[in-house]
């Protein structure tokens, strides 16, 4: 979805959508900041619900448009009849400000993948903080991303737990580093990814396409996440492609990526 809406908010909107759009949901994907920015600019009168879903539960939360600016960043609270938590590895809550796993329990959980016994089991577990011996307990959705909650309850994605990067002792979040590519406004599309690296462990690697007709200059995107991000945080390389690969569902292909890439630093 954010390479859709990246398009979508550089589109000339007609005067008669402008008048009548009355509001527009977003699911599956962070929107950055820049395109959320570029869409409420042509579109002042249509209000903006960010949301987060997942395949195994629907929609989990929302963010109230009049938010927007209070909370940037914020994927909102559980929608209603939905509770969602933020657990340790344990099933203990996290404190507010702390990262954890985001599961959702509530009537909208799925009852599984259809054939697939073990990755059921994975993800589909016991709700947290149920009274033990109960005979049949509450199955959750252990979503497998990582969030952190602020003191009022509201939820900001971090990232997915297998996508985690992990170099010279940091964990670094793609999203974040993606987040600040779009804001450069020198790119089009952006995947950051963790590489193997000798000595780093892994290492940033950002694979950019440019926007519309321009040629991305590496250099300047590299000197804007300089300026950003903090120094564990500023991508190794940023390789330039005329555009990136897709899976079956349209989301960009970050595995087809990794593999390509995974040798790159080998000595």
Known sequence: ????????????????????????TNSGGTMPRATLDALRAALPNTKLVLMYGLT????????????????????GRAIPNTEVMVVREDGSPCVPGEPGEL?????????GYWNDEERTRERFRPAPRQESGMPLPEIA?????????D????????????????TSGYRVSPTEVEES?????????????????????????AVVS??????????????????????????????????LPRNPNGKIDRKHLACELQDMFEE
């Open 151 to 166: 003191e009022d309850g509201y939820l900001y994605f971090i990232g997915r737990r297998d996508d985690m990067i992990k």
């Open 1 to 24: 979805m954010p390479p859709l809406w990246n398009q979508i908010a550089t589109l000339p909107w007609p005067e008669e959508v402008q008048e009548s759009l009355r509001y527009i």
């Open 210 to 243: 440019p926007a519309s007709d321009t040629e991305v200059d590496s250099e300047a995107v590299l000197a804007h996440c300089k300026q950003k991000l903090p120094a564990f945080m500023v991508p190794a390389q940023v390789r330039v492609q005329q555009s």
């Open 181 to 205: 590519l779009y804001a450069s406004g020198l790119v089009g599309q952006a995947v950051v990814l963790g590489i193997p690296h000798p000595t780093l462990g892994q290492a940033i690697v």
């Open 103 to 111: 599961v959702h329990r509530g009537a909208l959980v799925a009852m």
């Open 141 to 149: 959705v252990w979503s497998g991303d990582t969030v952190k909650a």
């Open 56 to 75: 195994e539960a629907f929609r989990s939360t929302y963010l109230p448009p009049d938010e927007l600016d209070r909370r940037p960043g914020s994927m």
